[in-house]
């Protein structure tokens, strides 16, 4: 059975296979002849970067794991420059850190093809947030391509490639959770020669500082372009392929990328035919003149579209500008939080209409609360043999409950539940150390303040940041804490991968997808820095952590404890594959005595009560045989039951 990753690189024009939007997407830019690819990774855009890792080298394709996403948006950005077709890739919250650059560097425009993909997380299924891409994307006066399926996706690639090189300007291409992860038969396309040879492509970078060098006096002259620009682009979007009318009646519907196809859903539900439908594949601009042909006739208009009322708004003012005097709905019937859905399709379009659903939804919601009622709950958890697991005990022995504890974005923010309950605040990637600081100095205030709070008065904090992000967003915190003379302890939580999305590597595994990086280690990075304390402990001698971590609390000043231990999950799977067990712990009944320290301090999901015997067990298909158990038991109840690799 082919890989998922050879059949985007298949050379068999008009051959459908299965794939995910994400991968058809890698299948579209390398159709649209990529040069350059550069990203950091966040789901629910995961799988673009690590498809395209997979297939780069085979393609010609240079391909980095970028420290942050805007790093990434402006490698990708310089290499248009450089005439080479290029794109980035990123979650919503990711164009926040890339935003500096797409606010400043749009006027400046594109040469060769540049496509900014960002997936977005409606319901926040994976995201501190669900903010709307459209917004940005007319915030900045760059047009928004939406697909409504994996075919879609791969598609709009190519068209956003030669619409970007046609206007010079940017393109983003926004996805969400269900279109990114979506599979669906794809049709595959032409490969140019160069990817099919795998020739690397380089461009040439042709000096224009009135253009390239931000200073007042070039830029000012930028934004006057970039409206005219905008609606030359409105113009040409008219004739996307990519929107079209259909259906007849008095009554019309405006659907957006995917609420398309839970529009249709819908209407098939409620057996509705008399309608006219405009899909729409670009939110942002929406072409004026598609509209003009779409409310022709028309009494009433809903637009129905996910979270923020990106199309209606400019549709509204399209109307008012040339005087259509029917009544146009959209959020006063669709909500404005949370993915669209085919129930919310079919509520919308039943309220419009004045028609009752199909069935009885509330009543659903009646049995749905009961039936939730009986079914246990099932809060995620770290890994069993999750070195996170023992840093998080190691810290909380360490400086006790007392201590006041930020975190990051990471797998490690699970130790905000029972039993570490070891996360006080997340914010966002890089905050864990800016919040610490910021509460040591509203909390002790800084050394040379007369009323600085010492000794027991001395509020413990202590923060936890993982190693990708402690390169993503975490350098700047850290000198500013260093320079500021805050008082407080940082743990990295080192597992030598970036676990949470998908195992990619970043600059403290030497990693990268194009051959051997140079691995920058954390602790080098705290000591050049001036930190005032640095170590590196194994988290799984639970012991010695424990210590390490008492002694970076009587510092005055920036300790920095790397906590290194390579992910529990990533290293099972490297076991499985090289046919080696690992260790197996066992309880021993006779020494057990029921004390709960293990479940109720410790947690590892590998360990449960067992009610009749009064006594903790191990589930043998659960156990990762990292040892903390027997560690953290004070009877020695834990016992290994048989030898292997950790």
Same mark, same amino acid.
């Given at each position: 059975?082919?890989?998922?990753?050879?059949?985007?690189?298949?050379?068999?024009?008009?051959?459908?296979?299965?794939?995910?939007? $994400?991968?058809?997407?890698?299948?579209?830019?390398?159709?649209?002849?990529?040069?350059?690819?550069?990203?950091?990774?966040?789901?629910?855009?995961?799988?673009?970067?690590?498809?395209?890792?997979?297939?780069?080298?085979?393609?010609?394709?240079?391909?980095?794991?970028?420290?942050? +996403?805007?790093?990434?948006?402006?490698?990708?950005?310089?290499?248009?420059?450089?005439?080479?077709?290029?794109?980035?890739?990123?979650?919503?919250?990711?164009?926040?850190?890339?935003?500096?650059?797409?606010?400043?560097?749009?006027?400046?425009?594109?040469?060769?093809?540049?496509?900014?993909?960002?997936?977005?997380?409606?319901?926040?299924?994976?995201?501190?947030?669900?903010?709307?891409?459209?917004?940005?994307?007319?915030?900045?006066?760059?047009?928004?391509?939406?697909?409504?399926?994996?075919?879609?996706?791969? +598609?709009?690639?190519?068209?956003?490639?030669?619409?970007?090189?046609?206007?010079?300007?940017?393109?983003?291409?926004?996805?969400?959770?269900?279109?990114?992860?979506?599979?669906?038969?794809?049709?595959?396309?032409?490969?140019?020669?160069?990817?099919?040879?795998?020739?690397?492509?380089?461009?040439?970078?042709?000096?224009? *500082?009135?253009?390239?060098?931000?200073?007042?006096?070039?830029?000012?002259?930028?934004?006057?372009?970039?409206?005219?620009?905008?609606?030359?682009?409105? +113009?040409?979007?008219?004739?996307?392929?990519? $929107?079209?009318?259909?259906?007849?009646?008095?009554?019309?519907?405006?659907?957006?990328?995917?609420?398309?196809?839970?529009?249709?859903?819908?209407?098939?539900?409620?057996?509705?035919?008399?309608?006219?439908?405009?899909?729409?594949?670009?939110?942002?601009?929406?072409?004026?003149?598609?509209?003009?042909?779409?409310?022709?006739?028309?009494?009433?208009?809903?637009?129905?579209?996910?979270?923020?009322?990106?199309?209606?708004?400019?549709?509204?003012?399209?109307?008012?500008? $040339?005087?259509?005097?029917?009544?146009?709905?959209?959020?006063?019937?669709?909500?404005?939080?949370?993915?669209?859905?085919?129930?919310?399709?079919?509520?919308?379009?039943?309220?419009?209409?004045?028609?009752?659903?199909?069935?009885?939804? +509330?009543?659903?919601?009646?049995?749905?609360?009961?039936?939730?009622?009986?079914? *246990?709950?099932?809060?995620?958890?770290?890994?069993?043999?999750?070195?996170?697991?023992?840093?998080?005990?190691?810290?909380?022995?360490?400086a006790t409950a007392r201590a006041i504890f930020p975190?990051?974005?990471?797998?490690?923010?699970?130790?905000?539940?029972?039993?570490?309950?070891?996360?006080?605040?997340?914010?966002?990637?890089?905050?864990?150390?800016?919040?610490?600081?910021?509460?040591?100095?509203?909390?002790?205030?800084?050394?040379?303040?007369?009323?600085?709070?010492?000794?027991?008065?001395?509020?413990?904090?202590?923060?936890?940041?993982?190693?990708?992000?402690?390169?993503?967003?975490?350098? *700047?915190?850290?000198?500013?804490?260093?320079?500021?003379?805050?008082?407080?302890?940082?743990?990295?939580?080192?597992?030598?991968?970036?676990?949470?999305?998908?195992?990619?590597?970043?600059?403290?595994?030497?990693?990268?997808p194009h051959g051997p990086g140079k691995r920058i280690?954390?602790?080098?990075?705290?000591?050049?820095?001036?930190?005032?304390?640095?170590?590196?402990?194994?988290?799984?001698?639970?012991?010695?952590?424990?210590?390490?971590?008492?002694?970076?609390?009587?510092?005055?000043?920036?300790?920095?404890?790397?906590?290194?231990?390579?992910?529990?999950?990533?290293?099972?799977?490297?076991?499985?594959?090289?046919?080696?067990?690992?260790?197996?712990?066992?309880?021993?009944?006779?020494?057990?005595?029921?004390?709960?320290?293990?479940?109720?301090?410790?947690?590892?999901?590998?360990?449960?009560?067992?009610?009749?015997?009064?006594k903790a067990k191990i589930d043998e298909l659960m156990?990762?045989?990292?040892?903390?158990?027997?560690?953290?038991?004070?009877?020695?109840?834990?016992?290994?039951?048989?030898?292997?690799?950790?």
């Amino acid at each position: 059975m082919a890989k998922v990753t050879d059949m985007v690189l298949w050379d068999k024009p008009g051959e459908k296979v299965l794939l995910l939007g $994400n991968q058809a997407i890698v299948r579209g830019a390398l159709e649209g002849n990529i040069a350059v690819f550069a990203a950091y990774p966040g789901t629910p855009s995961s799988e673009v970067t690590d498809t395209m890792a997979a297939v780069a080298e085979r393609a010609g394709v240079y391909m980095e794991y970028s420290t942050n +996403e805007k790093v990434a948006f402006e490698t990708a950005l310089s290499a248009s420059w450089a005439g080479l077709r290029a794109m980035t890739a990123m979650k919503h919250v990711g164009l926040n850190v890339a935003a500096d650059t797409l606010l400043s560097a749009v006027g400046m425009g594109a040469e060769g093809g540049f496509v900014i993909m960002v997936a977005d997380d409606p319901s926040q299924w994976s995201s501190q947030n669900e903010q709307d891409t459209r917004v940005y994307g007319k915030f900045a006066l760059v047009p928004v391509l939406e697909p409504i399926s994996p075919h879609e996706a791969k +598609e709009m690639v190519k068209y956003a490639f030669e619409l970007s090189e046609k206007f010079k300007h940017f393109v983003i291409l926004r996805t969400t959770t269900r279109s990114s992860h979506a599979r669906g038969d794809v049709e595959l396309g032409e490969l140019p020669e160069e990817i099919k040879q795998a020739k690397r492509k380089f461009g040439e970078f042709k000096k224009n *500082p009135k253009r390239f060098v931000s200073i007042p006096a070039h830029s000012r002259l930028f934004h006057p372009q970039i409206l005219e620009k905008i609606e030359r682009i409105r +113009e040409e979007l008219a004739e996307c392929p990519f $929107n079209w009318i259909e259906g007849d009646g008095k009554v019309g519907i405006i659907a957006p990328g995917l609420s398309y196809a839970y529009v249709k859903e819908a209407l098939a539900w409620l057996g509705i035919e008399e309608v006219k439908v405009l899909k729409l594949g670009t939110p942002f601009p929406v072409p004026y003149r598609l509209l003009e042909k779409f409310f022709d006739g028309l009494e009433k208009v809903l637009i129905i579209e996910e979270l923020e009322p990106v199309v209606e708004e400019q549709v509204k003012v399209w109307a008012f500008e $040339n005087d259509v005097r029917i009544p146009i709905h959209g959020k006063d019937l669709v909500p404005r939080i949370y993915e669209m859905t085919t129930r919310r399709a079919v509520e919308a379009i039943a309220k419009f209409l004045g028609l009752e659903t199909p069935v009885n939804f +509330e009543e659903l919601d009646e049995k749905y609360k009961k039936v939730q009622a009986m079914v *246990p709950p099932r809060p995620p958890s770290l890994c069993p043999a999750c070195p996170h697991r023992n840093t998080f005990y190691a810290i909380k022995k360490a400086a006790t409950a007392r201590a006041i504890f930020p975190s990051d974005i990471g797998c490690y923010t699970l130790g905000v539940l029972p039993p570490l309950n070891a996360v006080d605040t997340t914010v966002d990637m890089g905050a864990s150390i800016g919040v610490a600081h910021g509460l040591d100095v509203a909390l002790n205030g800084v050394p040379g303040e007369e009323q600085r709070r010492t000794g027991k008065e001395k509020k413990v904090i202590v923060a936890t940041i993982g190693d990708s992000t402690f390169f993503h967003t975490g350098l *700047p915190a850290l000198a500013n804490a260093i320079y500021n003379r805050s008082n407080i302890l940082i743990v990295v939580t080192d597992n030598l991968v970036t676990a949470m999305t998908g195992d990619q590597p970043n600059p403290g595994t030497g990693e990268t997808p194009h051959g051997p990086g140079k691995r920058i280690k954390i602790e080098e990075v705290a000591k050049a820095m001036g930190a005032d304390f640095v170590a590196v402990v194994d988290p799984y001698d639970i012991k010695a952590t424990i210590e390490t971590m008492k002694k970076a609390l009587q510092v005055e000043g920036v300790s920095v404890v790397v906590s290194r231990r390579v992910c529990a999950l990533h290293r099972i799977g490297e076991l499985r594959r090289a046919r080696t067990q690992w260790p197996l712990y066992q309880v021993n009944e006779e020494k057990c005595t029921g004390c709960k320290i293990c479940i109720n301090a410790y947690g590892c999901p590998a360990i449960y009560w067992d009610a009749e015997s009064g006594k903790a067990k191990i589930d043998e298909l659960m156990c990762w045989g990292c040892g903390g158990c027997a560690q953290v038991c004070p009877f020695d109840a834990f016992e290994k039951v048989r030898e292997g690799e950790i």
